[in-house]
DNA sequence: TCCATAATTCAATTATTGTTGAAATGTATT
DNA sequence: AATACATTTCAACAATAATTGAATTATGGA
């Protein structure tokens, strides 16, 4: 992921809507989430929350497919993952910031 | 740390000045790095230079402190840490996100 | 005290983001 | 084909963030 991408995906996290979007599709996984859905649980009106949608699409951070009328937007985890390992590897340092995931609580 | 601080860090990092200033302040470590050290290795002017680390020190990301004439800077890698930790917890999902830092590759 | 250095603050300007309602697109149903 | 529904796109506007040079604050040394 290239430093543009990190930024990118940074900044579209950085907003009350887009991480409670992002939260919401990571929380609903693979099924996903149509923008009716998510407007509906969230209380957002659908231009807004499409701009939103849209902003996070770019930043690679969702998936969009078709499914009749419906769209149905899921977070992308592999996009995430490659976030999270550029944070642990350029902005952490010695034992500060490991963050020990729960698979590894007995190291 | 309450999910408007997680956006103002965010939000923060989101800024291809400010990530270089934030990586180079957790590569120089305990000891900081002054405004001026931080200019020249980035090559950036000293207005410009100062807005981004106000705008890092409102995030909580970094602590200043004054050494005579000197200001220098430090990354905080608590603050860091909580965020990574916020992340993994609130927005990753299985083993799609799981970042296995370096401490752990043997599990 | 006076000067030089390090860095910040201020104010004006420009650029980027976010919000809103109206209009348009695409799909299913009859 | 006609209608209804889900969602997006467009365009106008409002709000926020970023950049720049000039002025200011703070400290140390002659």
């Known amino acids: 992921m290239e430093e543009q991408d990190i930024i990118r995906a940074l900044g579209a996290l950085a907003h009350d ?9 990571v929380v609903a996984g693979p099924e996903g989430m149509t923008p009716g859905r998510l407007g509906e649980a969230l209380t957002v009106a659908p231009t807004t929350l499409s701009f939103h949608l849209k902003e996070l699409c770019n930043a690679g951070l969702l998936l969009q497919a078709r499914s ?40």
């Not at 809507?17 to 599709?25: D, Q, S, T």
């Not at 009749?68 to 910031?97: H, K, P, S």
Request: aromatic share 8%.
């Open 17 to 25: 809507i887009r991480l409670r979007v992002f939260r919401a599709l």
């Open 68 to 107: 009749g009328r419906n769209l149905i937007y899921r977070a992308d985890y592999a996009r995430m993952g490659a976030l999270m390992a550029y944070l642990t590897e350029n902005c952490c340092a010695g034992d500060a910031c490991a963050v020990t995931p729960p698979s590894c609580t007995n190291c």
